[in-house]
Structure formats: C-alpha cells, structure tokens
C-alpha cells in the first residue's frame, strides 16, 4: 500500500511537471520578443502550486525540479564566463547563472508546498484561502527573486538599452524587468489557484484512501 501510495505521487509529479512545461512553452511563444532577455506571462507555475499542495513540500519541489531539467532540454543560454569582471565569476559565472535562471527558478515554486499541510488541516475556507496565497506568494515571490540576483549579477548592460524607461546597466532595472512578468504570473496563478480551492478542492486534496496511507507513512517515519 505504501509503495502504491508513492509511486501515484511519483506519477502525479510527473504528469503535472509535463503539463507546466507544455505551459511554459506556450507562453513563451506567445511572448516571444516581448520580454527581450527572456520571460514571459501566463499559468506555468500553477501545476507546480497544485502538486504542492496536494502532495507537499517534497513533492512540490520534486515538481519544480523536473520542470527546471525538462526546460533546460529545450534549450538554455549560458552566459560567457570570460565576460565576467572578476575571476571568480569567470570561473563559476555560467554555473551560477544556470543554477539561478534555470534550476532554481521553477524548483523553488515548490515550497508552497510549506503551507500544504494547514491547509488541510484548516477548517474554514477563509483559512484556506489564507494559506493558499501564502503559498504562491512565497513559491512566486522566490521565483522571481532567483531571477532578479541573476539579471543583477549577470544581465546588466552598458545603459544603452532600457525598460519601462529605467536603463540596463542598475539594480533597479532587473528588478522591474523581472518584476514586469513574475508579479502578473503570481497573481494570475493565486487567483486560479484560489478559485481550485473554492470550487474544486479535490484537485488539492487526497482522497480518503491516500489521506490515510499518507498519515501512515508520517506516523512510522516518526
């Protein structure tokens, strides 16, 4: 029961993951040009919340990860370390960077999970509701924080170029530049993500069965 009970999460964290992925890709499309180094507005992240708050922390980040992997599949830029202005960055620059934009940036998505299980535990739906912005607002909020660190150390330019009329060569620039897109997929995907919750909360909560193998598996863990 308990293998069982595993592999459907497995299954699930996978299926999900391909789904954010085809999502990713759509919108990325859609947005192509728009978003000039890169970004882009739509529901990506919202599998990646669904996983998390229906199978947790680990899962969720579990999630994210793959989703990091099967981008990086499709295709990534890696900036030249000989570019960097100090040996260091020119020796770990590219890896940093990739870590940053592409690994952590969805993997992170996943500790909304941290708030999945008061949910559960919650009585009231405005509780609920509670925790579910919770959740995406820290998952998104870390998304878009990895990406601004690395449009600052990695992305500004020399202040020829600009957006929203704020050059490319400050901090404040990687902070709107990122914020034009991460701040809108936030609050497009809490507000979903508060709809699942009121009108189809069994996309977020396991059936009755998984419930308790899950509060087996806690209890002998512990």
């Not at 180094?37 to 680990?58: K, N, T």
């Not at 060569?169 to 979903?192: F, K, M, V």
Request: with cysteine.
């Amino acid at each position: 029961m308990k293998k069982n009970n595993k592999l459907q999460a497995i299954i699930e964290v996978a299926i999900f993951a391909a789904i954010a992925v085809a999502l990713d890709l759509i919108q990325g499309g859609l947005f192509k040009g728009v978003f000039a180094s890169g970004g882009s507005i739509g529901f990506a992240m919202l599998p990646i919340f669904i996983i998390s708050y229906r199978r947790g922390l680990g899962y969720g980040i579990l999630c994210g990860f793959i989703v990091s992997v099967l981008q990086m599949l499709s295709g990534i830029y890696v900036i030249q370390g000989a570019t960097m202005p100090n040996d260091f960055l020119k020796a770990c620059g590219p890896f940093i960077q990739v870590m940053l934009d592409y690994v952590l940036a969805y993997t992170l998505v996943g500790f909304a999970g941290l708030f999945a299980k008061v949910y559960k535990k919650s009585g009231d739906q405005k509780s609920r509701i509670l925790f579910i912005i919770l959740g995406c607002l820290v998952g998104g909020m870390l998304k878009y924080l990895v990406h601004t660190i690395a449009g600052i150390v990695f992305w500004l330019g020399d202040g020829s170029g600009s957006f929203a009329g704020i050059a490319n060569n400050t901090h404040l620039y990687s902070w709107i530049y990122n914020g034009a897109y991460c701040i809108p997929n936030i609050i497009i995907c809490t507000i979903i993500m508060v709809i699942i919750a009121i009108r189809y909360p069994f996309f977020l909560d396991l059936s009755n069965e998984e419930l308790l193998n899950e509060n087996m598996e806690d209890n002998a863990n512990d």
